[in-house]
Nanobody
Framework: QVQLVECGGGFVRAGGSLRVSCIVSGRSLTDYQMSWFRQAPGKEREFVVGIVRAGTVRVYADSVKGRFTISRDNAKNEVYLQMNSLRPEDTAVYFC???????????????????WGQGTQVTVSS
């Protein structure tokens, strides 16, 4: 069984930065395509960014391109989301998700992901 635990969320002013981490246990991270999703109050959960197993392909939502960066350390079984130039509209619960996949096609539908973390709150004040 794969377990995902997010950490590193918090409160930041607009224009600031945060890094959230996803710690994976139970299986090797190398088997999984990893993505971050977020859900703001009253809204549907949405795809933010995904990264393939080897880290060679990343896909970003248009809303975060140029501001967010995903990375992974397969040796440590960890995935990171560096968020810069944060905006109030980035306020949400951020979820780490894992999908068992050996392709380089990153899917954006949360139904395609088998494992999820509990989420970490990111709040950006104006």
């Amino acid at each position: 069984q794969v377990q995902l635990v997010e950490c590193g969320g918090g409160f930041v002013r607009a224009g600031g930065s945060l890094r959230v981490s996803c710690i994976v246990s139970g299986r090797s991270l190398t088997d999984y395509q990893m993505s971050w999703f977020r859900q703001a109050p009253g809204k549907e959960r949405e795809f933010v960014v995904g990264i393939v197993r080897a880290g060679t392909v990343r896909v970003y939502a248009d809303s975060v391109k140029g501001r967010f960066t995903i990375s992974r350390d397969n040796a440590k079984n960890e995935v990171y989301l560096q968020m810069n130039s944060l905006r109030p509209e980035d306020t949400a619960v951020y979820f780490c998700a894992a999908r068992f996949a050996r392709t380089t096609v990153i899917l954006k539908d949360d139904d395609d992901y088998q494992y999820w973390g509990q989420g970490t709150q990111v709040t950006v004040s104006s």
